[in-house]
């Protein structure tokens, strides 16, 4: 069993940026691809980003490249996502997932765990 649990989520105005944390605890993350989503109110949850095991590859929905970097480090179990350059359509609630397997998905229901989320609001 893991738990995940987010934060860094909060209200900055447009073009600001946040930093998100995705902390594990229960096993270690290290041996997974590491992801994550968001929500935004009445739609449906899509893909943001994901990580290898190691941190040497990465994928970005593209929305969201060139704006944001997952990162991770493996010592902490933690997974981390900056947010740069914030715009008011990246309003959502970020969730972190943890992926069984090796390379990038971008499915949801590729992912077995998932931490509750964080609120991210972007004013304009």
């Known amino acids: 069993q893991v738990q995940l649990v987010e934060s860094g989520g909060g209200l900055v105005q447009a073009g600001g940026s946040l930093r998100l944390s995705c902390a594990a605890s229960?096993?270690?993350?290290?041996?997974?691809?590491m992801g994550w989503f968001r929500q935004a109110p009445g739609k449906e949850r899509e893909f943001v980003t994901a990580?290898?095991?190691?941190?040497?590859?990465?994928r970005y929905a593209d929305s969201v490249k060139g704006r944001f970097t997952i990162s991770r480090d493996n010592a902490k179990n933690t997974v981390y996502l900056q947010m740069n350059s914030l715009k008011p359509e990246d309003t959502a609630v970020y969730y972190c997932?943890?992926?069984?397997?090796?390379?990038?998905?971008?499915?949801?229901?590729?992912?077995?765990?998932w931490g509750q989320g964080t609120q991210v609001t972007v004013s304009s």
């Open positions: 990580i290898s095991p190691s941190g040497l590859s990465t």
């Open positions: 997932a943890r992926s069984g397997a090796r390379i990038l998905l971008t499915s949801l229901d590729r992912y077995d765990y």
């Open positions: 229960g096993r270690t993350l290290s041996s997974y691809s």
